[in-house]
C-alpha cells in the first residue's frame, strides 16, 4: 500500500480533501503512464522552504515548492515541501482564490514527478497547460455531476 500523506512545518494544515487528492494525484499521474508511489507533501512557511532551498539546492531565495523526487521507472514517489505563504501571496498577485493556487502547487509537484520540466524555453507554457488541465480535471472529480 503506498502512502499519500500531508504534514506541517510551522504552519497550519490547510482544509484539503485527502481522498479527493489521492483521486486526483492518481488520475493525473495515470495521465502520464505512471503509478503512484509514496508522496509526502510538507506545507510550510517562507522561512522554511528558504532553508530547504539553500540547504539542498544552494538556491537562496522563496519558492512555493521543492520537489525532492525518488521515483523509479513508471512509479512516481517523492517529497514536496510547500510554502503557503508563497502560495497566498502567488495567489494574491495573480487574482486567484488561495485553493486555486494551492492546487495549482500541489499538482505543479506531481507534474515534475511525471516528467513535465518548466525551466528550458517553452516549457513554462507546457507546465501550465498541464496544470490547467489537471486542475480541470479536480473539478470534474469535485462535481461529478456538472
Known amino acids: 500500500m503506498t502512502e499519500l500523506t500531508f504534514v506541517t512545518d510551522g504552519v497550519q494544515m490547510p482544509s484539503i480533501d485527502k481522498s479527493l487528492m489521492r483521486r486526483w494525484i492518481d488520475a493525473v499521474a495515470r495521465g502520464f503512464g505512471k503509478s503512484v508511489g509514496d508522496i509526502s507533501y510538507i506545507f510550510c512557511n517562507d522561512e522554511k522552504i528558504l532553508e530547504v532551498n539553500r540547504q539542498y539546492l544552494q538556491h537562496d531565495y522563496f519558492t512555493d515548492i521543492i520537489t525532492f523526487d525518488y521515483s523509479r521507472m513508471h512509479r512516481i514517489s517523492g517529497d514536496m515541501f510547500i510554502s503557503l505563504d508563497t502560495?497566498?501571496?502567488n495567489a494574491e498577485g495573480?487574482?486567484?482564490k488561495y485553493e486555486t493556487e494551492l492546487y495549482?502547487?500541489?499538482?505543479h509537484?506531481?507534474?515534475?514527478?511525471?516528467?513535465v520540466n518548466d525551466k528550458g524555453a517553452g516549457e513554462r507554457a507546457i507546465m501550465e497547460g498541464h496544470e490547467n488541465k489537471a486542475l480541470k480535471l479536480l473539478s470534474e472529480l469535485q462535481n461529478p455531476t456538472k
Not at 509537484?109 to 516528467?115: V, Y
Open 94 to 96: 495573480l487574482g486567484c
Open 104 to 107: 495549482r502547487v500541489i499538482i
Open 109 to 115: 509537484g506531481i507534474l515534475h514527478l511525471c516528467g
Open 87 to 89: 502560495v497566498g501571496s
